[in-house]
């Protein structure tokens, strides 16, 4: 059974640019969430995804944009890079709650390590 | 608001020494509390949870009790071992807030041989 998976491992982009970090959730799983890891950090919930729709978002400025598709996959996309972008960026996977006994727990990719310069 | 405030760290060990590392949290409702522990270089890997109160969670050794009279949800092995050292994570999640995880700080463990 395929956990979460992330891609790509590392990126380095520099100010300005654009980025987009992709995640496929594990089997079974319909809804995927994003969290944003400073060094030395707690990871920050950045937005949920489920039915291909936004359902949740953390306090992050609009620059943060995702997407889910059909598969349940998702992107997250980032425009206009700052430094303080720099990060790890974990995806993770869930049941939507309600639905099951361990709909209230998620699990998390490897994450990928944007380094912004 | 809904918040996690962990000990800081780093925490030293010796190999077989007893480990508690405190988690308290504040919550407007009934949160799942989770512990998750992350090795150098990776993601998050669950390592135990309580869904209710009195509940205990325990996986590899580890073990924590849902304590809603004192709010807190603190990790303990009895004897850890150099394997263990990675950074520890309490997190909270909401029912009624579709489940987003709200960690704290993290604690980072470091066992000695």
């Known amino acids: 059974d395929a956990g979460v998976t992330q891609s790509p491992t590392h990126l380095i982009k520099t100010r300005g640019q654009q980025v987009t970090l992709r995640c496929s959730p594990k089997?079974?799983?319909?809804?995927v969430s994003w969290y944003q890891q400073a060094l030395g950090q707690g990871p920050q919930f950045i937005f949920q995804?489920?039915?291909?729709?936004?359902?949740q978002r953390g306090n992050f400025p609009d620059r943060f944009s995702g997407h889910q598709f059909p598969n349940y996959s998702s992107e997250l996309n980032v425009n206009a890079l700052l430094l303080g972008d720099s990060a790890l960026y974990l995806c993770?996977?869930?049941?939507?709650?309600?639905?099951?006994?361990?709909?209230?727990?998620?699990?998390f990719g490897p994450g990928t390590r944007l380094t912004v310069l | 608001g809904n918040s996690v405030t962990q000990m800081e760290g780093p925490v030293t060990l010796s190999e077989e020494a007893f480990l508690t590392i405190n988690c308290t949290y504040t919550?407007?409702?009934?949160?799942?509390l989770f512990w998750y522990v992350q090795y150098p270089g990776e993601g998050l890997q669950l390592l135990l949870k309580?869904?209710?109160?009195?509940d205990k969670g325990s996986n590899k050794g580890f073990e924590a009790t849902y304590r809603k009279e004192t709010t807190s949800f603190h990790l303990e092995k009895g004897s850890v071992q150099v394997s263990d050292s990675a950074v520890y994570f309490c997190?909270?999640?909401?029912?009624?807030?579709?489940?987003?995880?709200?960690f704290g700080q993290g604690t980072e463990l470091s066992v000695k041989p």
């Open positions: 993770a996977s869930s049941c939507i709650p309600g639905r099951g006994d361990q709909s209230d727990t998620q699990y």
């Open positions: 089997s079974g799983h319909d809804t």
């Open positions: 995804y489920y039915e291909e729709e936004e359902r």
């Open positions: 919550a407007t409702g009934y949160p799942s």
């Open positions: 309580a869904t209710k109160a009195d």
């Open positions: 997190a909270l999640s909401l029912y009624n807030q579709g489940g987003k995880l709200i």
